[in-house]
């Protein structure tokens, strides 16, 4: 069974500019998540979709934004980026049975020059 | 309230060692308790969990201690291996805000 994928591996990307990162759900898993590893800030949760609705939202200002398509893969779009929005986005997903267990995808790393 | 609280930041053991990985929590709502591995440059993987009404799980030689009363959980690995090394990310979950709530995460190192 393939787990999570989500492209690219790495985006270079200068502040200001957008960025847009993609998430592929294990098949027949119908929630995805994203969450950001920033260095020093830990593991913190941005968004939930299920069935094509944000569902929740983590502490993170609008700029951080993503849509769930009716397959089930996922978006995230990154806004006027920053120099501290430079982590590693990882997107996991779920049963949608199962909001619990979360399996997570290899990540994409955002650097911000 | 929202916050894992997760000791200690690293930890170096001799292979066959027990590493214990404590956690602690205040939201009384978390109903399931996951501990995530983490390797250089991959995604966390789902390694054990446990919910609030059990006060023990074994899954291979990973086993989670669970005391609701002191609102703590902790990890032990038994017979380490330095295959085991990486770091270990305990978590919290409200099942239907979906959201996991981690702790800052323990580097462990087995020594050969």
């Known amino acids: 069974e393939a787990g999570v994928t989500q492209s690219p591996t790495h985006l270079i990307k200068t502040r200001g500019q957008q960025a847009t990162l993609r998430c592929s759900p294990i098949?027949?898993?119908?929630?995805v998540y994203w969450y950001q590893q920033a260095l020093g800030l830990g593991l913190q949760f941005l968004l939930w979709?299920?069935?094509?609705?944000?569902?929740n939202r983590g502490n993170f200002p609008p700029r951080f934004s993503g849509r769930q398509f009716p397959n089930y893969s996922s978006e995230l779009n990154v806004n006027a980026l920053e120099l501290e929005d430079s982590a590693l986005y990882l997107c996991?997903?779920?049963?949608?049975?199962?909001?619990?267990?979360?399996?997570f995808g290899p990540g994409t790393r955002l650097t911000v020059l | 309230q929202q916050q894992v609280k997760q000791s200690p930041q690293s930890l170096i053991v001799q292979k066959g060692g027990i590493p214990i990985i404590n956690c602690a929590y205040e939201n009384t709502a978390f109903d399931y308790f996951p501990w995530y591995q983490q390797f250089p440059g991959k995604g966390p993987a789902l390694l054990i969990a446990i919910r609030p009404d059990v006060s023990e799980k074994k899954e291979g030689r990973f086993t989670i201690s669970f005391n609701k009363s002191a609102k703590q959980f902790s990890l032990h690995i038994m017979d380490s291996q330095p295959g085991d090394s990486a770091t270990y990310f305990c978590?919290?979950?409200?099942?239907?805000?979906?959201?996991?709530?981690f702790g800052s995460g323990t580097q462990l190192t087995v020594l050969p």
């Open positions: 979709y299920d069935e094509g609705e944000e569902r």
């Open positions: 098949s027949g898993h119908t929630s």
């Open positions: 996991a997903s779920s049963l949608w049975s199962s909001y619990n267990e979360q399996f």
């Open positions: 978590a919290a979950i409200v099942g239907q805000v979906g959201q996991l709530t």
